[in-house]
C-alpha cells in the first residue's frame, strides 16, 4: 500500500509559478514510477507528466512541455511538479499517482496503483 499527499496548489495569476509536491508514504518509493494527472472543471482527467523511478526518464504532455517540469527525489520520497507561466487553462485539480515498475512512457491512468487525494490550481486572468 502507497500513501500519496500531495500540496502546494493555490490561486495564482496568469504568469505566475507553483510548485506542487506529492509525499509518499508505504512501500519503496524508488520502486514505483510516478506520474501527475490534472482534471480541469467539467472535463475529463488528464495526463500530465511522469518520471521513471530513478529520474532519469520524464515524459510529458505535449502541451505542456517547457512550461511543466517533473521531478523526483528518492530520499524524500516526494515527487514534484514546477509549473511556470501558467495559464487560466491550467485550472484543475492536480493529482499525483504511483505506478509500480510502470513505464513513464504509459499515460494510461488506469495502469497506476495509487493517488493522491488531489490539490486545487487556480489561475485568474
Known amino acids: 500500500q502507497v500513501q500519496l499527499v500531495e500540496s502546494g496548489g493555490g490561486l495564482v495569476q496568469a504568469g505566475g509559478s507553483l510548485r506542487l509536491s506529492c509525499a509518499a508514504s508505504?512501500?519503496?518509493?524508488?520502486?514505483?514510477?510516478m506520474g501527475w494527472f490534472r482534471q480541469p472543471p467539467e472535463k475529463e482527467r488528464e495526463f500530465v507528466a511522469a518520471?521513471?523511478?530513478?529520474?532519469?526518464?520524464?515524459n510529458y504532455a505535449d502541451s505542456l512541455k517547457g512550461r511543466f517540469t517533473i521531478s523526483r527525489d528518492n530520499a524524500k520520497n516526494t515527487v514534484y511538479l514546477q509549473m511556470n507561466n501558467l495559464k487560466p487553462e491550467d485550472t484543475a485539480v492536480y493529482y499525483c499517482?504511483?505506478?509500480?515498475?510502470?513505464?513513464?512512457?504509459?499515460?494510461?491512468?488506469?495502469?497506476?496503483?495509487?493517488w493522491g487525494q488531489g490539490t486545487q490550481v487556480t489561475v485568474s486572468s
Open positions: 508505504g512501500r519503496i518509493f524508488s520502486t514505483y514510477t
Open positions: 499517482a504511483a505506478d509500480h515498475y510502470g513505464s513513464p512512457w504509459n499515460r494510461d491512468q488506469k495502469q497506476y496503483d495509487y
Open positions: 518520471i521513471s523511478q530513478t529520474g532519469a526518464t520524464t
